[in-house]
């Protein structure tokens, strides 16, 4: 059976120089490769500028990108079920079937992994996993959320998404670190649909001190730190024994470097 999470020996050794190292490109990213072969970019022209859609936007020159397996997941693996969350006043109007979902945002490049298994830690195949958060401003897309000074309202998709599940459960998100909103921690939404029914809503969170460390670096440096904090967040729980708690760290993405954040959906299916 898969060890059970521990998120702190997972973030031990990244550190803020680390971070810092992985500002935002504010590139775009068109759809990413469905298979599992591993990618390796020997294209260096790509630094700072945006791709056409459609188009992939390589990671550092020479940098091999493996396909995410069962083994990573299995290292921040909680064999209970995921709690329930709400969906938030702001959820998608839209299921978007897209890997990259940031649109070109400026913000941190963040590479993120979910795995949906069942009660027993195995693997649920062909599950259609829907995420959606914040940009770097704290503004949400689709609507007029009064998140931030950026305010861009209905008719905007941006961070929103939804794929679904190989046969190892997994699925894979291109997007870029959320920022934060009054009254709330850090935090993406995430639902889980079977055969055309939602069986899941819940909500992931991330590290206290990581997000520090990114939120020191370019567009969030204007922001500032969160105003809550995880003890102060009313629906937060108990994110670092119930899964909910994102294991992240340094790593690099399609849109360079930035950072890998893995979690388990433990669902009845």
Avoid at 17 to 45: H, K, M
Avoid at 155 to 160: A, I, K, M, N, V
Wanted: glycine share 12%.
């Amino acid at each position: 059976m898969p060890r059970k999470l521990d998120r702190r020996t997972f973030l031990l050794g990244v550190c803020a120089t680390a971070i810092a190292a992985c500002t935002e490109s504010g590139n775009a990213v068109g759809d990413q490769p469905t298979t599992a072969e591993t990618l390796t970019s020997n294209d260096t022209s790509t630094t700072g500028t945006s791709a056409p859609e459609g188009t992939l936007v390589e990671p550092t020159a020479g940098t091999e990108i493996p396909a995410l397996d069962a083994a990573q997941f299995d290292e921040v693996a909680i064999c209970r079920m995921t709690p329930e969350s709400t969906t938030g006043p702001f959820p998608s109007l839209e299921l978007l079937d897209r890997r990259d979902i940031h649109e070109g945002y400026p913000g941190h490049p963040l590479r993120l992994g979910v795995r949906v298994v069942d009660a027993e830690c195995q693997p649920v195949p062909g599950a259609q996993v829907e995420v959606w958060h914040t940009d770097a401003s704290g503004d949400y897309s689709s609507y007029t959320d009064d998140g931030s000074g950026k305010d861009e309202g209905e008719g905007s998709t941006f961070c929103r998404g939804m794929q679904e599940s190989d046969e190892n459960g997994i699925v894979e998100f291109q997007t870029i670190y959320p920022g934060w909103y009054e009254g709330r921690a850090v935090h993406i939404h995430s639902a889980v649909w079977l055969d055309g029914q939602r069986t899941h809503t819940g909500q992931l969170y991330f590290d206290e001190a990581y997000t520090e460390s990114v939120y020191a670096t370019g567009e969030y440096t204007q922001f500032g730190l969160p105003d809550t904090p995880w003890s102060q967040d009313g629906l937060i729980g108990e994110a670092d024994n119930d899964g909910t708690a994102i294991a992240l760290g340094a790593a690099e993405t399609y849109n360079g470097p930035g950072t890998l954040g893995l979690a388990n959906l433990t669902i009845e299916a």
